[in-house]
């Protein structure tokens, strides 16, 4: 099974920074990496597919880089909707996703 | 309007069964492939199962292997998660959720499983 590693597990930040979350992979996944958004309880949300498509409806704030082991979600200026776990997920075998990456108030 | 809704969760003995199941609407439900997630309370997103378009293939996570099946009724826009040999562990919040890789990817690629886009509220499992 191919293991996702999110980094970090969660962090605290102001409306308006720059925040970045990495996702890394245990093997090469080639381009086969989404990100999620989950704000507390509601069922998770499709932020990106393919590592750096953003999907219909998403706030363009949002960015995904990367391919083969290490990823990245950017959000270029947090928003107050923004505080919300994410979770990375490689399709590249049978689905798999990250432990999570929760995003507080600073 | 696109829709996932689930049914079928409730409090059960360890040991014993129980069936989800997820109606579909607002899409064609046989173009897709689709899949189970859970969240244990407090705990991250675990993929469950997942199924083909033409329930050609069926996977399932190493957790629930040999204990649950996964089944699809076409004609009923209809998923469905037979979960035998229940376990304390087994406790979570069940998503249902469709796949957004388009029919013809499957089809000349043979890639079955991508992103999940739709996503059902989920039904609670509890094993106790």
């Not at chain 1, 996944?29 to 999907?55: D, M, V």
């Not at chain 2, 003995?13 to 607002?26: E, F």
Request: glycine share 10%; with cysteine; charged share 15%.
């Amino acid at each position: 099974d191919i293991q996702m590693t999110q980094s970090p597990s969660s962090l605290s930040a102001s409306v308006g920074d720059r925040v970045t979350i990495t996702c890394r992979a245990s093997q090469s996944i080639s381009s086969y990496l989404n990100w999620y958004q989950q704000r507390p309880g509601k069922a998770p949300k499709l932020l990106i597919y393919a590592a750096s498509s953003l999907q219909s409806g998403v706030p363009s704030r949002f960015s995904g880089s990367g391919s083969g082991t290490d990823f990245t979600l950017t959000i270029s200026s947090l928003q107050p909707e923004d505080f919300a776990t994410y979770y990375c997920q490689q399709s590249f075998t049978t689905p798999h996703f990250g432990g999570g990456t929760k995003v507080e108030i600073k | 309007e696109v829709q996932l809704v689930e049914s079928g969760g409730g409090l059960v003995q360890p040991g014993r069964s129980l069936r989800l199941s997820c109606a579909a609407s607002g899409f064609t439900f046989g173009d897709n492939a689709m899949h189970w997630v859970r969240q244990a309370p407090g705990k991250g997103l675990e993929w469950v199962s997942g199924i083909s378009w033409n329930s050609g293939s069926r996977d399932y996570a190493d957790s629930v292997k040999g204990r649950f099946t996964i089944s699809r009724d076409n004609a009923k826009n209809s998923l469905y998660l037979q979960m035998n040999s229940l376990r304390p562990e087994d406790t979570a919040l069940y998503y249902c959720a469709k796949d957004i890789i388009p029919l013809m990817t499957t089809v000349t690629t043979g890639r079955e499983y991508d992103a999940f886009d739709i996503w059902g509220q989920g039904t609670m499992v509890t094993v106790s």
